[in-house]
């Protein structure tokens, strides 16, 4: 059973660092890309970048490009998303996917569980 | 880059169909989509992939009442026999290799 399990929600201050995670079991994790999803409240869903953890090879959002970090760790079977300088707007629920297709990637087949991020002072 | 539109919000009454759309945008009528379902306070669920073609494929689980079609740059989610369980948020989601991931804006699905 393809499984991604997300770490806990996260409350922050305004200037602090953050780094979330996601894990993969149930499948070959370095053959299929990992895409993370931000869902601000109230919001739609929108796409941040994805991860290739065979060769770590990494795309963003053209809007999101700078603001955030996509990182993986293949012994870990784990991919992370993470912030230098959390800001209020941060505040959302963020989602880890995987895409189907191998490395020519498809739509997204399975999903994380979430990690709600809180950014306030 | 491919760009989906969907209406905002739906409603049909309990144990009728309903048939939400998502459209592709000018020089995308022939991608594939998928959709899927968000009910309230859960992650998104994968429904299924529907082709140019209206060919559609399920995924693991998906109840029979969940059906895809396509018309022209229009793809369709049926849900017949509509349950409670069904209200929810519906997405539409695209990709090509310069875009991998764009979602529609999503519709909201009211049972009455």
């Known amino acids: 059973e393809v499984l991604l399990v997300q770490s806990r929600a996260e409350v922050k201050k305004p200037g602090e660092s953050l780094k979330i995670s996601c894990m993969g079991s149930?499948?070959?994790?370095?053959?299929?890309?990992i895409g993370w999803v931000r869902q601000m409240p109230g919001k739609g869903l929108e796409w941040m970048g994805i991860i290739y953890p065979g060769d770590s090879e990494t795309r963003y959002s053209p809007s999101l490009q700078g603001q955030v970090t996509i990182s993986v760790d293949k012994s870990a079977s784990s991919a992370y998303l993470q912030w230098s300088s959390l800001k209020a707007s941060d505040t959302a629920v963020y989602y880890c996917?995987?895409?189907?297709?191998?490395?020519?990637?498809?739509?997204?087949?399975?999903w994380g569980q979430g990690t709600l991020v809180t950014v306030s002072s | 880059q491919p760009v989906l539109t969907q209406s905002s919000s739906a409603s049909a009454s309990l144990g009728s169909s309903v048939k939400l759309s998502c459209t592709l945008g000018?020089?995308?009528?022939?991608?594939?989509i998928a959709w899927y379902q968000q009910q309230p306070g859960k992650a998104p669920r994968y429904l299924m992939r529907v082709d140019s073609g209206g060919s559609y494929n399920k995924g693991s689980g998906v109840p029979d009442r969940f059906s895809g079609s396509t018309s022209g740059a229009d793809r369709y989610l049926t849900i017949s026999n509509l349950q409670s369980e069904d209200e929810a948020d519906y997405y539409c989601?695209?990709?090509?290799?310069?875009?991998?991931?764009?979602f529609g804006g999503g519709t909201k699905l009211t049972v009455l």
């Open positions: 000018s020089g995308h009528s022939t991608y594939i």
């Open positions: 149930g499948y070959s994790f370095t053959s299929y890309w």
């Open positions: 996917a995987r895409l189907q297709g191998g490395y020519n990637y498809e739509e997204v087949d399975y």
């Open positions: 989601e695209t990709w090509d290799s310069h875009t991998p991931v764009v």
